[in-house]
């Protein structure tokens, strides 16, 4: 099986990022109407910027708002709009489902994608795929494309005025990346790019982790200032570009699939996809059997940067064997990225390990304030 390294084809990051957004966009030779397709709070806050940058840049441009999920009713909403504006580019501009919907609607008419990120929420900027879920919010597919986006624009002003919230569930999703990927490739599975692991995609995921556990905690509280510093610039890249770059060439396990579980439980609609990743995580670990310090290394950093360690965190307070199983369940189905742990998991031992590492992150949680 042949190895496999996936990325965008330009990152730009930095402060006040948007200004180049048309400018990078002719870099890369994609010329004509772009549609910028916005979530209702990118387009409050970037309109502005939108009108200064295209204007300097002679390009067109038209703007879509989107909200909800990226279901296959709103990528069809996209598509319908794109043919009537007559684009010949698709901008997305806003969180992760914002993106997904981007992504989905450029791969399906075939033109040039960029991703601009108004969160640092998640890695889903960089990726080749998207995520559908239903008008509800349960999880129902990944979408996978040719080739990953054009541009990735990452602008680190609109970053640090963002909920403080998204920044530390973008955590929770880089937090994964390891740890999955480690889990692929002792197992000798795919990566999401289709072949095996290049020792630059390793070197990579660890890297991100290494990075969340040395910059977290600065990040958080520069964030929560509204001010942009090295540790949040790290932050911001190790949540979009390395955790990306990592999940996509080192491959998914465990930690998603639970996440893609807990989405059949309708008490976990309201958290985060990184708060649900960083509880999937600490699953991961302990059905795999890591050790002690790892564990706690990892409940460690959650808790100081306030990703959940337990079930209550998630809505779930009490948790019965009925709902476990169907979490349990949806997490081990066919194709889910959990069969690519290096050993068989099975619904039962799923259900197991989620109320043994929700009893861990428990008592970490009461050793911790003792």
Same mark, same amino acid.
């Not at 639970?258 to 807990?262: A, D, E, I, T």
């Not at 310090?293 to 950093?301: C, H, I, P, R, Y």
């Given at each position: 099986?042949?190895?496999?390294f996936?990325s965008?084809?330009?990152?730009v990051?930095?402060?006040?990022?948007?200004? *180049?957004?048309?400018?990078?966009?002719?870099?890369?030779?994609?010329?004509g109407?772009?549609?910028?397709?916005?979530?209702?709070a990118?387009?409050?806050?970037l309109?502005?910027?939108?009108r200064?940058?295209?204007?300097?840049?002679g390009?067109?441009?038209a703007?879509?708002?989107f909200?909800?999920?990226?279901s296959f009713?709103?990528?069809a909403?996209?598509k319908?709009?794109?043919?009537r504006?007559?684009?010949?580019?698709?901008?997305?501009?806003?969180?992760g489902?914002?993106?997904d919907?981007?992504?989905?609607?450029?791969a399906?008419?075939?033109?040039p994608?960029?991703c601009c990120?108004?969160?640092?929420?998640?890695?889903?900027?960089?990726?080749?795929l998207?995520?559908v879920?239903?008008?509800d919010?349960?999880?129902e597919?990944?979408?996978?494309?040719r080739r990953n986006p054009?541009?990735?624009?990452v602008?680190?002003?609109?970053?640090?005025?963002a909920p403080?919230?998204?920044?530390?569930?973008g955590?929770?999703?880089?937090?994964?990346?390891?740890?999955?990927?480690?889990?692929t490739?002792?197992a000798h599975?795919?990566?999401v790019?289709?072949?095996?692991?290049?020792?630059a995609?390793?070197a990579?995921?660890e890297?991100c982790?290494?990075?969340?556990?040395?910059?977290?905690?600065?990040?958080v509280?520069a964030?929560?200032?509204?001010?942009i510093?090295?540790?949040?610039?790290?932050i911001?890249?190790?949540?979009?570009?390395?955790?990306?770059?990592g999940?996509?060439?080192?491959g998914l396990a465990?930690?998603h699939s639970?996440?893609?579980?807990?989405t059949?439980?309708?008490?976990t609609?309201?958290?985060?996809h990184?708060?649900?990743?960083?509880f999937?995580?600490?699953?991961?670990l302990?059905?795999e059997?890591r050790?002690?310090?790892?564990?706690?290394?990892?409940?460690?950093?959650?808790l *100081?940067?306030g990703l959940?360690l337990?079930?209550?965190?998630?809505?779930?307070?009490?948790?019965s064997?009925?709902?476990?199983?169907?979490?349990?369940?949806r997490?081990?189905?066919?194709?889910?990225s959990?069969?690519?742990?290096?050993f068989?998991?099975?619904a039962?031992?799923?259900?197991?390990?989620?109320y043994?590492?929700d009893?861990?992150?428990?008592a970490f949680?009461?050793?911790?304030?003792?």
């Open positions: 099986m042949l190895t496999v996936c965008p084809a330009r990152y990051q930095g402060r006040d990022a948007t200004m *180049s957004l048309a400018s990078e966009l002719s870099r890369l030779g994609i010329a109407k772009a549609l910028i397709i916005a979530s209702p990118a387009r409050k806050a309109e502005p910027v939108w200064e940058a295209f204007r300097a840049s390009l067109e441009y703007i879509m708002d909200g909800g999920e990226c009713a709103g990528i909403r996209g319908e709009e794109a043919r504006v007559s684009a010949s580019s698709i901008v997305g501009a806003g969180g489902k914002t993106l919907a981007a992504r989905a609607v450029a399906e008419l075939e033109l994608v960029a990120p108004t969160t640092a929420s998640s890695d889903a900027p960089c990726s080749a998207s995520v879920y239903t008008e919010g349960v999880f597919k990944c979408l996978y494309y054009d541009l990735v624009l602008d680190s002003t609109v970053i640090a005025r403080v919230r998204l920044l530390i569930s955590m929770g999703d880089a937090l994964a990346t390891y740890f999955e990927a480690d889990a490739i002792r599975r795919r990566n790019a289709g072949g095996l692991s290049t020792i995609a390793a990579i995921a890297l982790y290494k990075t969340l556990l040395n910059d977290g905690t600065l990040a509280a964030a929560r200032a509204g001010s510093t090295p540790a949040l610039e790290r911001i890249e190790a949540n979009t570009l390395l955790s990306g770059l999940f996509e060439s080192g465990l930690a639970v996440h893609n579980g807990l059949a439980a309708p008490e609609h309201d958290r985060l990184g708060e649900k990743v960083a999937g995580t600490l699953v991961q302990v059905l059997g050790s002690r310090s790892t564990v706690d290394e990892a409940m460690g950093f959650c *100081s940067v959940p337990t079930l209550a965190e998630l809505g779930l307070e009490s948790l064997r009925e709902t476990a199983r169907s979490i349990a369940e997490a081990v189905a066919v194709g889910e959990a069969h690519n742990e290096p068989e998991v099975t039962g031992n799923l259900m197991d390990a989620i043994a590492a009893a861990i992150g428990a949680k009461t050793g911790a304030s003792s």
